[in-house]
């Protein structure tokens, strides 16, 4: 019987779970996915802690303690989800020991109501690191333009970060600029560069959920033979782009100096069509120093019947190209695209943090001091 997440794992391929709570670290629900289904990392989102802190027993005596001491809601938000994250990477520790800090990380992200304020965003990801005080945690900032310069700043500083929200070919080479400059800047500051992480979160799914709809509208023969294919061609442009980067003369220098280049981290790999088979966003892209964030639902499909086929990226360039050209070419706009969902994506989890806020909110009067 093949084992696909272990075939995934010897493609080079880390499988890492996009999803966190303290019901999941509690039950040994998570200690049992990282020994037997090959996980070693975890992602999270304010979505995904919005979520989580719908379970009021399991955060209960946390919430109690933060009533006691009559902190904010934002601070509570902090503090709890800390402590998760905290409590995951310890868990993890043992991955990051073992392949060398290259994985067994966990993402915080920072709020996500200063993805436009570059110095704010600074300093919540300093304050993050500090708090979580783990090396094997990634900050999570968004690929917002304001973001970019946050970035490099935050890795100057000797902070692991995970950029995310990244949509566009041309955004996602402005984030792989930013962590250079932000390595560089780490060296001139003395920071060990071998302890230093970042993965940079290529969104997929949502790239066909809106590029579909606009090929619906569309409603031709030519159009509707494109669904389904431009986030998967838009993924793999992204590798070819991230090898010409980390292949360069530049980046060569940081690596002789103990710098890990930033890994490509497909995000968003849930299928939200159910025509599209449910595996299609892992085992399409398949390639080398590649990170695969996966919620639940999809790491079990792919568990179940998965079928990895080797590299599903590399051999691909020329037809991801005419995927884009083919696009273009019947009036799909990319750049609004990549736009809109960058805009959306930020509102999303805008909103997924006022969704937490109100529930912490609504925990904290519900429990006792």
Same mark, same amino acid.
């Given at each position: 019987?093949?084992?696909?997440?272990?075939?995934?794992?010897?493609?080079?391929?880390?499988?890492?779970?996009?999803?966190?709570?303290?019901?999941?670290?509690?039950?040994?629900?998570?200690?049992?996915?990282?020994?037997?289904?090959?996980?070693?990392?975890?992602?999270?989102?304010?979505? %995904?802690?919005?979520?989580?802190?719908?379970?009021?027993?399991?955060?209960?005596?946390?919430?109690?303690?933060?009533?006691?001491?009559?902190?904010?809601?934002?601070?509570?938000?902090?503090?709890?989800?800390?402590?998760?994250?905290?409590?995951?990477?310890?868990?993890?520790?043992?991955?990051?020991?073992?392949?060398?800090?290259?994985?067994?990380?966990?993402?915080?992200?920072?709020?996500?109501?200063?993805?436009?304020?570059?110095?704010?965003?600074?300093?919540?990801?300093?304050?993050?690191?500090?708090?979580?005080?783990?090396?094997?945690?990634?900050?999570?900032?968004?690929?917002?333009?304001?973001?970019?310069?946050?970035?490099?700043?935050?890795?100057?500083?000797?902070?692991?970060?995970?950029?995310?929200?990244?949509?566009?070919?041309?955004?996602?080479?402005?984030?792989?600029?930013?962590?250079?400059?932000?390595?560089?800047?780490?060296?001139?500051?003395?920071?060990?560069?071998?302890?230093?992480?970042?993965?940079?979160?290529?969104?997929?799914?949502?790239?066909?959920?809106?590029?579909?709809?606009?090929?619906?509208?569309?409603?031709?023969?030519?159009?509707?033979?494109?669904?389904?294919?431009?986030?998967?061609?838009?993924?793999?442009?992204?590798?070819?782009?991230?090898?010409?980067?980390?292949?360069?003369?530049?980046?060569?220098?940081?690596?002789?100096?103990?710098?890990?280049?930033?890994?490509?981290?497909?995000?968003?790999?849930?299928?939200?069509?159910?025509?599209?088979?449910?595996?299609?966003?892992?085992?399409?892209?398949?390639?080398?120093?590649?990170?695969?964030?996966?919620?639940?639902?999809?790491?079990?499909?792919?568990?179940?019947?998965?079928?990895?086929?080797?590299?599903? %990226?590399?051999?691909?360039?020329?037809?991801?190209?005419?995927?884009?050209?083919?696009?273009?070419?019947?009036?799909?706009?990319?750049?609004?695209?990549?736009?809109?969902?960058?805009?959306?994506?930020?509102?999303?989890?805008?909103?997924?943090?006022?969704?937490?806020?109100?529930?912490?909110?609504?925990?904290?009067?519900?429990?006792?001091?």
């Amino acid at each position: 019987m093949s084992d696909a997440l272990a075939e995934l794992s010897a493609a080079g391929v880390a499988v890492w779970l996009d999803d966190i709570s303290r019901q999941r670290l509690n039950s040994g629900n998570l200690a049992q996915l990282v020994a037997e289904k090959h996980v070693v990392g975890v992602t999270s989102n304010p979505t %995904i802690f919005a979520k989580a802190l719908e379970d009021i027993d399991t955060y209960a005596e946390t919430l109690t303690d933060l009533k006691a001491r009559k902190v904010s809601v934002d601070e509570a938000i902090r503090m709890v989800t800390a402590t998760d994250i905290r409590d995951g990477a310890d868990l993890l520790r043992p991955v990051y020991d073992r392949s060398d800090g290259v994985d067994g990380r966990v993402s915080l992200e920072v709020d996500p109501r200063l993805a436009n304020d570059t110095t704010a965003t600074i300093a919540e990801a300093k304050a993050l690191w500090w708090l979580v005080d783990r090396p094997n945690v990634l900050i999570k900032i968004p690929a917002t333009k304001a973001g970019l310069p946050a970035i490099t700043a935050a890795l100057a500083e000797g902070i692991s970060v995970n950029v995310t929200l990244i949509f566009s070919l041309e955004r996602y080479g402005e984030v792989m600029e930013a962590f250079v400059a932000g390595v560089e800047q780490a060296k001139e500051n003395g920071h060990d560069l071998t302890k230093l992480a970042s993965v940079a979160s290529f969104f997929v799914s949502r790239v066909d959920s809106e590029i579909d709809k606009r090929l619906d509208k569309l409603g031709s023969d030519e159009a509707k033979a494109l669904r389904g294919k431009a986030a998967i061609a838009n993924a793999r442009l992204a590798y070819r782009d991230y090898e010409q980067v980390f292949s360069t003369p530049r980046w060569k220098a940081l690596a002789d100096a103990g710098a890990k280049p930033q890994r490509p981290l497909w995000a968003s790999t849930g299928v939200k069509d159910p025509a599209y088979d449910d595996t299609q966003y892992v085992v399409e892209l398949v390639a080398p120093g590649t990170v695969n964030t996966m919620p639940e639902a999809t790491l079990k499909a792919v568990d179940d019947h998965g079928v990895v086929r080797g590299d599903t %990226i590399t051999p691909y360039y020329a037809d991801a190209q005419a995927v884009l050209d083919a696009l273009a070419g019947i009036g799909v706009d990319y750049d609004d695209v990549v736009d809109q969902l960058e805009r959306e994506g930020v509102e999303k989890f805008e909103q997924s943090w006022t969704e937490l806020l109100e529930s912490v909110k609504k925990q904290l009067t519900k429990v006792d001091a």
